[in-house]
């Protein structure tokens, strides 16, 4: 998805040149944000900017500074804000059978999958699952690009935090291969929208010739194997967030059930190289074209 942002500035607002696009880069959230608007607008994009980094200091588990860090302590109470993002996450663990769950820190720390990896037994697995401490990699980024966006006023706006985008306007992007994220194998064009992919791919360890991702079960405690990715458009970017990693963990014939059932647009692309697409992304995803020949379009 790397490809939205570099031809943000060419297709954020059709007709117009690209010098008439501001664009600009942001270390945050341990990636690169890219925020895109209307020459006039720059005083915005460092609005966003800060906004980013003030939800970053609320929900960053990879410091023990933050609000949600001092909350997994069980020290202090959360604010307001807070309460209600973690409410809203619960919601959503409840309505996706807990294929998505926020409460999967424990998980990542015994499976380390922020460091080498690791194979924890039944025991170290089944004691992880009775914690209830949040990790924020699943939503954070979401919450984050609504809050950014909500900060900027022009009609035409395109943020790209670490892949994930939200787009004000219409963009035409690209899904890469979950395999290689330089190589893309589908464009689209979306219009008001975000866009979020979960691989398996992009970081996986072997353990006794076993294969896993960095993408765990939280029904089961188990980490998941590479198995393509998951691509979602939806409204807000803390929906699409979520449903890609939810839909990730349901698994390619569980998850299109799901995404018809709940009229989500979903795009399945498998280790077969066969991209499925539920009828959601049919209709949101508009003027499909197949870039990579390897790959076909499942009816």
């Given at each position: 998805m790397r490809t939205a942002a570099i031809i943000a500035a060419l297709a954020l607002v059709p007709g117009i040149a690209e010098s008439a696009v501001v664009q600009r880069a942001r270390y945050l959230m341990g990636t690169v944000c890219e925020v895109a608007v209307p020459a006039g607008h720059e005083a915005e994009i460092e609005s966003a900017f800060a906004e980013a980094k003030r939800i970053e200091s609320m929900l960053s588990t990879w410091t023990e500074e933050s609000e949600l860090a001092r909350l997994n302590r069980g020290a202090g109470q959360a604010s307001p804000e807070l309460r209600a993002l973690l409410d809203e996450t619960a919601d959503w663990s409840k309505k996706t059978g807990g294929a998505f769950d926020p409460r999967v820190?424990?998980?990542?720390?015994?499976?380390?999958?922020?460091?080498?990896g690791?194979?924890?037994?039944?025991?170290?697995?089944?004691?992880?699952?009775?914690?209830?401490?949040?990790e924020e990699g699943a939503f954070g980024k979401g919450y984050a690009l609504d809050r950014m966006l909500a900060r900027i006023t022009s009609a035409e706006a395109m943020i790209d935090f670490g892949g994930q985008l939200a787009?004000?306007?219409?963009?035409?992007?690209?899904?890469?291969?979950?395999?290689?994220?330089?190589?893309?194998?589908?464009?689209?064009?979306?219009?008001?929208?975000?866009?979020?992919?979960?691989?398996?791919?992009?970081?996986?360890?072997?353990?006794?010739?076993?294969?896993?991702?960095?993408?765990?079960?939280p029904r089961t405690g188990g980490a998941l194997p590479p198995r393509g990715s998951v691509s979602v458009i939806a409204?807000?970017?803390?929906?699409?967030?979520?449903?890609?990693?939810?839909?990730?963990?349901?698994?390619?014939?569980?998850?299109?059930?799901?995404?018809?059932?709940?009229?989500?647009?979903?795009?399945f692309i498998n280790p077969t190289r066969q991209i499925r697409l539920s009828a959601g992304a049919r209709r949101r995803a508009r003027d499909l074209e197949l870039l990579d020949r390897n790959y076909s379009v499942k009816e």
């Open positions: 820190k424990s998980l990542i720390d015994v499976w380390k999958t922020r460091e080498a690791a194979l924890p037994d039944a025991g170290a697995i089944a004691e992880a699952r009775k914690s209830s401490r949040i787009v004000r306007g219409e963009l035409r992007v690209t899904v890469a291969d979950p395999a290689r994220r330089d190589r893309p194998v589908v464009a689209f064009t979306m219009r008001d929208a975000s866009l979020s992919t979960s691989s398996g791919s992009e970081k996986t360890f072997e353990i006794d010739g076993r294969r896993f991702s960095h993408i765990l079960d409204d807000d970017a803390l929906s699409a967030d979520i449903l890609s990693t939810a839909l990730y963990v349901m698994g390619e014939d569980d998850g299109l059930r799901w995404a018809k059932a709940h009229g989500v647009a979903a795009v």
